[in-house]
Antibody, heavy 119, light 113 residues
C-alpha cells in the first residue's frame, strides 16, 4: 500500500522559509513524478511543482522564483522549500504522487500539512 | 495559464437523484498526438485530502463506483453522478494536465438536500 508521510514546520513568521518533506512508502520512487499542491483556507487547489528521481522538475511560474523542490533518492523523500513567505502562503500543503505510469494523474495524496504564516 | 471554470459552484441534490457538474477550459485539452483528453476530476470530502475520481476525461480511477462518469470534448467537460448518495458530499474539482502549470477549477460543493 502506497503511503505519503509529510512533515514540516506549521507556524512561520513573514519572510521566513517554509520547509516540508514527504517520504514515500510502498512505491517505486524512481517510477513516478512527485508533486506539491496547496490549498489556502476555504479556497481551491493550486499546483506548486513536481520532481522526479533524477531531479528533473517543473514549477508553477507564479511561485517559481521562491520555490525549490528537491529529492533524496537514498531516503525515498522529496522536499519543498518556499522562501520569503507572507500571509498569502498560509495553506494546507499536500504531497502527491503523479502516476505517470498508469492514470497520468494525482492518484495518491498525503494527509496535508497546515502552514500558518503570521507575525 | 489554462483557466478551468466550473459550474455550478454549489449543488444541492436529493439522495437518489442524478447530479451533473460542468467544467470548461480556456484551451482545448485534447492531445492529437496520443488521442487523450487531459482532464481529471477529484473529490475532496470534508476534512480529507482530495482523491482521484476520473482521469483522462472518462476513465474511472481504481475503486471509484460506476455511478461516476466523465464525458466531454475539447474545452467542455462534465462529471455525472447517476444517483447521488450521502457519501458523495464534498467539493469536486476538475484539473487540466495538458500544459504546465497544471491548473484546477474553483470547485463545486455538492450537498445533500
Amino acid at each position: 500500500q502506497v503511503q505519503l508521510q509529510q512533515w514540516g514546520a506549521g507556524l512561520l513568521r513573514p519572510s521566513e522559509t517554509l520547509s516540508l518533506t514527504c517520504a514515500v512508502y510502498g512505491a517505486s520512487f524512481s517510477s513516478y513524478y512527485w508533486s506539491w499542491v496547496r490549498q489556502a483556507p476555504g479556497k481551491g487547489l493550486e499546483w506548486i511543482g513536481e520532481i522526479n528521481h533524477r531531479g528533473s522538475s517543473n514549477q508553477n511560474p507564479s511561485l517559481k522564483s521562491r520555490v525549490t523542490i528537491s529529492v533524496d533518492t537514498s531516503k525515498n523523500q522529496f522536499s519543498l522549500r518556499l522562501n520569503s513567505v507572507t500571509a498569502a502562503d498560509t495553506a494546507t500543503y499536500y504531497c502527491v504522487r503523479d502516476d505517470t505510469r498508469t492514470t497520468g494523474s494525482f492518484d495518491i495524496w498525503g494527509l496535508g500539512t497546515r502552514v500558518i504564516v503570521s507575525s | 495559464d489554462i483557466v478551468m471554470t466550473q459550474a455550478p459552484l454549489s449543488l444541492p441534490v436529493t439522495p437518489g437523484e442524478p447530479a451533473s457538474i460542468s467544467c470548461r477550459s480556456s484551451q482545448s485539452l485534447f492531445d492529437s498526438d496520443d488521442g487523450n483528453t487531459y482532464v481529471d476530476w477529484f473529490l475532496q470530502k470534508p476534512g480529507q485530502s482530495p482523491h482521484l475520481l476520473i482521469y483522462a476525461l472518462s476513465y474511472r480511477a481504481s475503486g471509484v463506483p460506476d455511478r461516476f462518469s466523465g464525458s466531454g470534448s475539447g474545452t467542455d467537460f462534465t462529471l455525472k453522478i447517476s444517483r447521488v448518495e450521502a457519501e458523495d458530499v464534498g467539493v469536486y474539482y476538475c484539473m487540466q494536465r495538458i500544459a504546465f502549470p497544471i491548473t484546477f477549477g474553483q470547485g463545486t460543493r455538492l450537498e445533500i438536500k
